[in-house]
Structures are given as structure tokens and as C-alpha cells.
């Protein structure tokens, strides 16, 4: 059983706001290996305000009353929050067994790391949604990072000084596409958390479509890190040499160091690309259909 702390933005329930997250905590939630410990709100998609309030709204509509919820920071780099108060204490009260899984802004990761210089080594591993590897282009847009460059000097702390550390990019997760077919498989599952938010799913795709060229689709950007954490193998591995930058990450840039030139460049995880798709969704169905 791996004990996991979930720190997101989440606003699933929120008008025209993104509905991976929630979606990333039905299927840690639901997963029979993995014990959710927490939820560490931060902001991303919206406000931490909104995101604490609505993630403790959907517990509530979802009946689940065993998963604390934590403020976060409200602004870049504000480190003193209950979130950060909470994930200090729990790699304490459990070393070496906790996987932090990140898919908003990185304040709260390195709050903890702030003041806990021994945080990352603390952990079992941290997990993190964010970062492009070059320009992204979806349906001819380029399309702007978000996870990384709203903290851009918390990115940075979290980066360069974590050593157990895997990033999902923009690059690798932008292929957890769910087409039409996909979309009415998730929708047709009578489980609770479907009852529940098919709705708010739909609303999403309607809003979200015209930027992906009307196709009918959305892409589960978030899920991926949960994935990852079950089933690594469903991924293609990639170790980079980042080079440390402030200037890059304020567009959430991993810029490598092909060349090897700079010194002070970091190995980091970080897989190319998921291996076979309907592989993925497979997972995932097989796991959201138990709640």
C-alpha cells in the first residue's frame, strides 16, 4: 500500500475551470494499493481560496469524510500554511514511505523543504505535473505553461535540490487524449463519483473543445502523474540534464543541457511519452469504476 499526499489545484465543480484533478484524486482514491493521506491545496487553476473550498465541497457531495484537507499558500513563495505544516509532519511521522504526487504550483512542496531542510530526503518519491520541453502546440495554439511559471522561484527550489524527483511535461501528458469513445465510456460507468460530477465533465468538454479543434475531447493532464505512480511502466523513461534557470521557468521551460557545457546541470526523470494509450485508459477505467 503506498501512502500518497495529493497537492493540486483543484476546481472539478468549478465554472470553466479544469477537471483533471479531481479525476487524479478519484483514481488515487478509489485504487486499492494506494492510501490518500491528504489533499494540500495550492493555486494554478484557479485561487488556493477557491481550490481549498471546492475540494472540501466535493468531498462532502462525495460522502468521503476520512481525507484531510490543508490550505496552501495563497501567493508565490508564502510558505507559512497548514499545508506546509501537514506534509513536514507526515514524512516525519512516515520516512521514507510517502509519495507526494504535485499538479498545481510547487509553493507548498517547497515550503515543506523550507522548513524541513531534510523534506526530499524524507519522501519515497515526489511526482509532479508541470513543465514543457519546447514550445506546445495544440490544434496550431501555443498553449502556455502553467504549473511551473505561476512559482516560478518555488519551481526552482523544488527541481534542483529533489533527488527523488519524476516530472510528467506538458510534452508526455498532452497525449492522454480521451476522445468521443473515450468520454462516453467514463460517462456510462454508474459509480458514484460519475453520478455525481458527469455534469461538470461535460460542461468542461463543451467549453474546452474549441481549443481542440471541436473534436470532442479533453486531455486528462493530471491522471498521468497517479498512473505513473501505479504503473510506471506504462511509461517511456527518460533521464534529462536540466540546466538551473529562474528566466526559463518563468514559461515553465526545461531547457537541457545537450552538450553538457553547464556544471551545475541536474539529472532529472523525465519520461518522454506514454507507451500505448488505450493501455492507459484501460487502467484507468478498470480503477474509476470501483467508485
Known amino acids: 500500500m503506498k501512502k500518497v499526499i495529493y497537492d493540486c489545484d483543484n476546481t472539478l465543480g468549478v465554472k470553466r475551470s479544469d477537471i483533471d484533478d479531481g479525476i487524479t484524486f478519484a483514481y488515487l482514491y478509489a485504487h486499492p494499493k494506494t492510501e490518500l493521506l491528504g489533499i494540500t491545496c495550492t493555486f494554478g487553476n484557479n485561487s488556493e481560496h ?22 496552501g499558500g495563497r501567493e508565490p513563495c508564502e510558505y507559512n500554511s497548514e499545508a506546509v505544516d ?9 520516512p521514507g514511505h510517502i509519495t507526494v504526487i504535485a499538479t498545481g504550483s510547487l509553493c507548498n512542496i517547497a515550503g515543506a523543504y523550507k522548513k524541513d531542510i531534510d523534506f526530499f530526503h524524507k519522501i519515497e518519491s515526489l511526482i509532479v505535473m508541470g513543465g514543457i520541453l519546447g514550445p506546445l502546440y495544440l490544434n496550431g495554439t501555443l498553449c502556455r505553461e502553467l504549473n511551473f511559471s505561476v512559482d516560478y522561484e518555488s519551481a526552482n527550489q523544488v527541481l534542483f535540490n529533489c533527488d527523488k524527483l519524476t516530472v510528467l511535461s506538458a510534452q508526455c501528458t ?9 468520454v462516453q465510456k467514463l460517462l456510462v460507468q454508474n459509480t458514484k463519483f460519475i453520478n455525481k460530477f458527469a ?10 473543445n474549441p481549443q481542440y479543434g471541436n473534436r470532442g475531447i479533453f486531455i486528462n493532464w493530471d491522471l498521468c502523474t497517479a498512473i505513473y505512480l501505479t504503473n510506471p511502466d506504462l511509461f517511456q523513461p527518460q533521464i534529462r540534464r536540466i540546466i538551473p534557470s529562474k528566466e526559463n521557468l ?42
Not at 50 to 71: A, H, S
Not at 174 to 182: F, K, M, R, S, T
Not at 199 to 208: A, F, H, L, R, V
Open 50 to 71: 477557491v481550490v481549498y473550498y471546492n475540494t472540501v465541497q466535493m468531498l462532502e457531495d462525495l460522502d468521503i469524510n476520512d481525507v484531510p484537507v490543508l490550505k
Open 174 to 182: 498532452q497525449h492522454a487524449i480521451y476522445g468521443h469513445e473515450d
Open 250 to 291: 518563468k514559461i515553465g521551460f526545461l531547457q537541457e543541457d545537450r552538450d553538457q557545457t553547464f556544471h551545475n546541470a541536474k539529472y532529472i526523470s523525465i519520461p518522454e511519452k506514454i507507451k500505448n494509450i488505450s493501455d492507459f485508459n484501460h487502467e484507468f477505467y478498470s480503477i474509476i469504476s470501483l467508485f
Open 86 to 94: 501537514f506534509l513536514v509532519s507526515m514524512v516525519n511521522k512516515y
Open 199 to 208: 455534469k461538470e465533465i461535460i460542461q468542461w468538454i463543451e467549453y474546452i
